[in-house]
């Protein structure tokens, strides 16, 4: 990796202005969203009367503005609410073949049926081997402005100006689920959602890495235990203190959490409160982070 951009403060000795990676949280919200579709739970009451940061669409989120990761089914909304054009994004990243990540179908408005010129030049979409294949199967290729490449686990993938690397996500037995690491020469962020805690060979690939902001998410609240695919807080704390243990991660690099569920049954300032201490933010909706 080339070295680091000046910091703040070198910034303004040197005169040099300083380059970051831009990451825009379009979306924090697990499958169901918060407050969940059609649910009237005591944590869906409070979301609705709080309002704010307790409100999240399904988790998405954009790279310096052309790198998208996930299409869920609530892009229009991002769209509507975040004044966010599309049309300028590049490449698309998908991490795994669950709806609130992969709203397949929203790819047909690429066409020339609803673009009345061509999109040049096509929407560049990197994603796991069963993802390709599924686009292929679902969609009429032959209409849409779509540049398809395979991403296997492990292997970086030089995108522009920025290299990005897939590393196995804990999430969903029979499906190709991915992390992601994304370098800019100067900056590696890690975005990883969906997962449990990795197994050890996603780990050892990690240790050593210098990953200057991680994105993780937290969808299951203070409850350690039940299904396995998905983190609790006490795990991103631990999760957060072995990346700095094993050297991937610096000491007051960001860590910012997102695809929180209401299940969790806490809102936003109640996760701030378990968090917080640790060195952890709690993510939301429209969030932009500079690193």
């Known amino acids: 990796m080339g070295p680091r951009a000046p910091t703040d403060a070198a910034s303004r000795e040197s005169g040099v202005p300083r380059v970051t990676m831009q990451i825009r949280l379009l979306g924090t919200g697990a499958s169901e969203g918060c407050p969940g579709l059609f649910c ?7 979301i609705r009367a709080a309002g704010g940061r307790n409100l999240r669409s399904r988790s998405c989120a954009l790279i310096d503005g052309v790198i998208k990761i996930d299409l869920p089914p609530d892009t229009l909304h991002h769209v509507l609410t975040q004044n966010l054009d599309l049309s300028v994004v590049r490449h698309l990243l998908f991490t795994h073949g669950h709806d609130d990540h992969f709203a397949v179908a929203e790819l047909q408005y690429l066409s020339w049926m609803f673009i009345p010129y061509p999109v040049k030049p096509p929407l560049h979409v990197v994603a796991p081997p069963d993802i390709i294949s599924r686009i292929r199967s679902e969609l009429d290729m032959a209409i849409l402005p779509l540049d398809l490449q395979v991403l296997e686990l492990w292997t970086p993938l030089t995108i522009e100006r920025w290299t990005v690397t897939a590393i196995h996500a804990q999430h969903a037995p029979g499906l190709q689920c991915y992390n992601y690491i994304v370098e800019d020469g100067a900056h ?4 990883a959602t969906d997962t449990g805690w990795w197994a050890e060979p996603t780990w050892e690939f990690l240790a050593g890495r210098r990953l200057d902001a991680a994105i993780v998410e937290c969808t299951k609240g203070l409850d350690e235990g039940g299904y396995k695919a998905h983190l609790s807080v006490p795990e991103v704390i631990r999760l957060r203190e072995r990346l700095i243990a094993d050297g991937a991660l610096a000491d007051d690099a960001p860590v910012v959490t997102t695809h929180h569920s209401h299940l969790a049954g806490l809102l936003h300032e109640e996760l701030e409160e378990h968090l917080t201490p640790h060195g ?7 969030m932009v982070l500079d690193v």
């Open 40 to 46: 009237a739970c005591p944590t869906c009451r409070r």
């Open 188 to 191: 590696a962020a890690l975005y």
């Open 280 to 286: 952890i933010q709690v993510g939301y909706d429209g």
